[in-house]
């Protein structure tokens, strides 16, 4: 628990040591918690149809999580990398505890994936297994592997787990289990890939434990609690930050096959739901759908949500319509997911401005991106943290690891943003997404947090476009407020005239229907900044003043 503290006097945070790092692993966890509530509701495989869900106390997790350890040890060593190729399910999560109980190396992969990805996945990592879900919205992904697997000598075993029943009876019951240390890698955990080819985060015990535990404990989930998840398995935020939060606190783990809002609100209420983890624009989801004024949501607690700006403005929503508490969750994959929350007892100006303060144990600095020196308090720069979450490795990639941690063990987020004298954060953007205007720098964050108080806009995703005399110019690609009347681009200029400097208000405005974005919920504005420059998106420019951009 974070206390009261001496101001700082730089823009370093120099690790609050809180409770103790749990020295466990996964497998530990699961043990635990079988041992001390064995008849205790684990987990809930919550398809659509309920007659069709299945159930499991943790005593039965553990049981099934080992026959799978069991039947993977029977095709594969220690050490050897298992990929998943799924989208969420009950067995997901029970492969997954094998994999952890088995010593292996989980690979987890986006089951929208097609065959290039798959094959540079499968092949860099070197996965020696691949169990797989034989279809993916209507996506033939049998049809797939069929055609890469004659690339891939290293690849001996596919499993579908339509076959996931007799997999399972395939170990032998007298098979040792391994002893497995809270240092031992876990899982590769691809990144999106944006900018080149994906890089494999090695990940160890000891950081998803403890992260996730840190999570659950900032989010104020008691022992026992029910998260319902919509967040992909194949992602940290479902993979680790929620599942293993909640194994930590013995609680209910609810799982969705993907998010459907109207199925996530029955959950809560069905099952009594305490957290969720969404992404913001799975809230703003949550809260227009239609069946929620008729839903018992009397049970949620905390929402947990980040991954991508979280607008003031939906933060007070959440807060107001749902009667629940917010906490606010900034990371990288790289740190294990979560580095910095806010508390459920920090301020509303706080929980909408911020992203609080960093996780135990974990020390961050604001650095000079050129220098890498702590800059001053409130000044703009890369964060950086240090500490037992930094990931082991970019999985045999040597080059890119040393890029990104440096020889004094910090690892550099790539994200932009300030610190207070209390240690607060606040993130203002990614260093590649920062819009350089007339040799002024402009982060989209700020403009975007801005433009989404207005009460047409629904989201908005503000990019950089090529220009001849300022280099670049700024744009905004709005979705409309669902039943909002479409302002004009004059309209929009003028409210952000209004409000904010001429330099960062937007010259190009373009409405569009949805925005890109990833399975995750974050926009793609890479997509959005090339459809803009080849014309795929219409834009409109209302230009202000031809002079000289000013503050």
């Not at 002893?179 to 494999?200: E, M």
């Not at 476009?465 to 009347?485: F, S, T, Y």
Request: charged share 20%; aromatic share 8%.
């Amino acid at each position: 628990m974070t206390t009261a503290r001496s101001p700082l006097t730089e823009s370093y945070w120099p690790g609050e040591q809180g409770e103790d790092i749990w020295d466990v692993t996964i497998g530990d966890l699961l043990r635990n918690a079988a041992t001390t509530v064995p008849d205790r509701l684990a987990l809930v495989d919550a398809v659509e149809d309920p007659s069709a869900r299945r159930t499991w106390t943790y005593a039965e997790l553990l049981a099934d999580a080992e026959r799978a350890a069991r039947a993977l040890l029977a095709r594969f060593s220690p050490g050897d990398r298992v990929a998943i190729w799924a989208p969420n399910s009950a067995d997901w999560i029970i492969l997954q505890q094998g994999i952890s109980l088995a010593g292996l190396i989980i690979v987890a992969l986006n089951p929208a994936y097609r065959s290039f990805e798959m094959e540079y996945a499968l092949k860099q990592s070197g996965a020696a297994g691949l169990v797989h879900a034989d279809s993916y919205r209507g996506f033939d992904m049998r049809a797939v592997i069929d055609e890469i697997r004659p690339n891939l000598p290293e690849l001996r075993e596919v499993i579908s787990f339509s076959d996931f029943a007799a997999f399972l009876d395939s170990g032998s019951p007298e098979t040792e289990l391994p002893r497995v240390t809270p240092t031992d890698p876990i899982q590769i955990q691809y990144t999106s890939g944006t900018t080149g080819f994906p890089k494999g985060a090695l990940l160890h015990h000891k950081g998803l434990v403890n992260e996730a535990r840190f999570v659950a404990e900032r989010a104020g989930m008691p022992d026992g609690g029910v998260n319902i998840n919509a967040m992909p398995m194949y992602h940290i935020g479902g993979g680790a930050v929620t599942s293993f939060g909640t194994l930590a606190k013995r609680g209910t783990f609810v799982i969705l096959p993907g998010f459907d809002a109207g199925l996530m609100l029955e959950l809560f209420e069905t099952y009594r739901g305490t957290h969720t983890l969404v992404v913001p624009t799975m809230l703003i989801a949550l809260l227009e759908h239609p069946d929620r004024a008729s839903r018992d949501l009397s049970s949620i607690q905390t929402i947990m949500t980040g991954a991508s700006a979280v607008p003031a403005t939906l933060v007070r929503r959440t807060v107001e319509v749902l009667g629940c508490r917010t906490s606010i969750l900034f990371g990288q994959t790289e740190m294990h997911g979560v580095i910095s929350q806010t508390l459920l007892t920090d301020t509303p100006e706080d929980q909408s401005e911020t992203v609080g303060r960093p996780l135990p144990h974990l020390e961050v600095k604001i650095a000079d991106t050129v220098t890498g020196e702590v800059l001053p308090l409130g000044r703009d720069g890369e964060i950086c943290c240090r500490g037992y979450q930094n990931m082991l490795e970019y999985y045999k990639m040597p080059e890119a690891t040393s890029a990104t941690i440096d020889a004094e063990g910090w690892l550099h987020m790539g994200d932009l943003g300030n610190m207070d004298e209390r240690g607060f954060i606040r993130v203002v953007g990614r260093l590649k997404d920062m819009i350089i205007r007339g040799g002024l720098n402009i982060y989209p964050r700020e403009i975007e947090e801005f433009l989404q108080t207005h009460p047409a806009v629904g989201e908005v995703a503000v990019v950089g476009v090529p220009d001849e005399k300022w280099g670049e110019q700024i744009a905004a690609v709005v979705r409309l407020a669902p039943g909002a009347e479409r302002p004009t681009a004059e309209e929009m200029r003028a409210f952000c005239r209004a409000h904010m400097s001429a330099h960062k208000t937007p010259t190009y405005w373009s409405f569009i229907d949805a925005l890109p974005m990833t399975p995750t919920g974050k926009v793609q504005k890479f997509v959005l900044r090339d459809q803009l420059t080849a014309g795929e998106i219409p834009m409109e420019k209302v230009p202000g003043r031809a002079d000289a951009p000013r503050s």
